[in-house]
Nanobody, 124 residues
Framework: DVQLQASGGGLVQAGGSLRLSCAVS?????????IAWFRQAPGKGREVVSC????????YYADSVKGRFSILRDNAKKEGYLYLDSLEPEDTAVYYC????????????????WGQGTLVTVSS
């Protein structure tokens, strides 16, 4: 079974940084898969933050995080990363990593595999 484990959340002051990690297991060596990050702020729906193609050549960022967040992956380690810089209180949310086979997508329903979420809290 494919499993994802997100980690790295915490409490940080505005302007600070965090690195979120997503450990992926269960895909066959030959399979290509996309890693995406979504977030859900208190009282709001879940939204896409960023996604990265299998080889890392294609990356997408939501407008709200462009220039502040960076997505990377290490296929040898089977891990994905989301670097959060210049954090703002509006970035407070539970961050989820998700994975799908094939090509990148921004559509939540196309991702069958999800991690448990990690909470990021940004204080002002």
């Amino acid at each position: 079974d494919v499993q994802l484990q997100a980690s790295g959340g915490g409490l940080v002051q505005a302007g600070g940084s965090l690195r979120l990690s997503c450990a992926v297991s269960g895909f066959k060596i030959s399979e290509h898969y996309v890693i995406a990050w979504f977030r859900q702020a208190p009282g709001k729906g879940r939204e896409v933050v960023s996604c990265i193609s299998h080889e890392g050549g294609r990356k997408y960022y939501a407008d709200s995080v462009k220039g502040r967040f960076s997505i990377l992956r290490d296929n040898a380690k089977k891990e994905g990363y989301l670097y959060l810089d210049s954090l703002e209180p509006e970035d407070t949310a539970v961050y989820y990593c998700a994975a799908k086979r094939g090509v990148s997508s921004l559509v939540q329903s196309e991702y069958p595999y999800w991690g448990q979420g990690t909470l990021v809290t940004v204080s002002s």
